[in-house]
């Protein structure tokens, strides 16, 4: 499957960045792209730094303009398209959504994020409710997608979760960047570990993994702190970990990786992890810690 990472820098000019999302997704397409991911909440700057009322406004239904705006395209160019909005689900209620547009234009899924953050920078609880929608992948032309979102991506429950519903292929839209504050030392760490946690996914369950984050500095509107830099290394691998193309940490890039789903089938053979899981074993997993 021919899978388009569009790796991009985003403005405050939320139709700029369409019109510029919309270019790189017809040169995806025409390079062969079958299925195109985006990064996380891709139409607008990373509102999340500060708390403010104001950036409620920036929300919108499901469906809604943008949904039409990506269906339309993914319509045009026979596609499927991994959309990340900020839903609007009613006043006062709001998620941090993926969209799935199939190939006819139509909405072949939706994931609400799950895990939600809050540290600075990342104030998302001021946001977003958690998701309520479950680990379920989503079906398409391409395949059955297990989409999640960001801070998802660093808990091995979500993918085991999506792996055990059927997913062929994980898939994060992601916006994760270095504290000013942090060493080059310690932003280093952090950045491999990100991409370490998520190959382990793909290692443990046998599958593909893709993961497209936005590159470039943003402000933080508060002043509070010196913004984010986000580190880019948008990245798909295969399902014993390897990299098959990681983009760089700073400029924007539209790149097309060839994954293969079929390969899992043997390399779960190799390794039947699922085969050997002590299920029974397992029920303190739900609950938070063990005093």
Same mark, same amino acid.
């Given at each position: =499957? ?25 040169? !995806?397409?025409? *390079? ?25 406004? #920036? ?54 994020? =799950? ?23 989503? *079906? ?21 979760? =999506? !792996? ?10 992601? !916006? ?16 491999? !570990? ?66 293969? #789903? ?30």
């Amino acid at each position: =499957m021919k899978t388009g990472i569009i790796q991009l820098t985003c403005s405050p000019d939320v139709q700029r960045n369409k019109v510029r999302i919309a270019e790189a997704i017809r040169k !995806a397409a025409s *390079q062969g792209a079958e299925l195109i991911v985006l990064p996380e909440l891709h139409d607008t700057p990373y509102f999340c730094q500060c708390e403010d009322v104001n950036n409620f406004s #920036l929300a919108e239904t499901i469906p809604g303009p943008s949904t039409d705006f990506f269906g339309a395209l993914a319509k045009e160019l026979g596609i499927v398209i991994v959309a990340s909005l900020f839903e609007r689900r009613a006043a006062g209620l709001y998620h941090n959504t993926a969209v799935v547009l199939e190939r006819d234009g139509t909405i072949a899924g939706t994931y609400r994020k =799950m895990h939600i953050p809050d540290d600075p920078g990342y104030y998302e609880k001021f946001y977003f409710t958690p998701g309520d929608l479950g680990f379920q992948p989503i *079906q398409t032309s391409v395949g059955r997608l297990g989409v999640q979102v960001c801070w998802d991506q660093w808990y091995p429950e979500g993918a085991r979760l =999506m !792996a055990l519903a059927g997913a062929e292929i994980l898939i994060y839209p992601t !916006a994760i960047g270095y504290a000013a504050s942090d060493t080059p030392e310690e932003q280093e760490r952090q950045r491999r !570990a990100w991409q370490l946690v998520q190959r382990g996914h793909a290692v443990a369950n046998g599958l593909p993994v893709v993961t497209v984050n936005r590159t470039g500095h943003e402000a933080d509107p508060s002043r509070q702190t010196a913004g984010i830099q986000f580190w880019g290394t948008s990245f798909a691998c295969g399902p014993q970990g390897e990299v098959i193309h990681a983009c760089g940490a700073v400029d924007e890039e539209v790149v097309i990786v060839d994954i293969d #789903l079929q390969r899992s089938e043997q390399v779960r053979r190799w390794w039947p992890f699922l085969r050997d899981r002590r299920i029974e074993e397992y029920g303190d997993l739900t609950r938070r810690f063990r005093d």
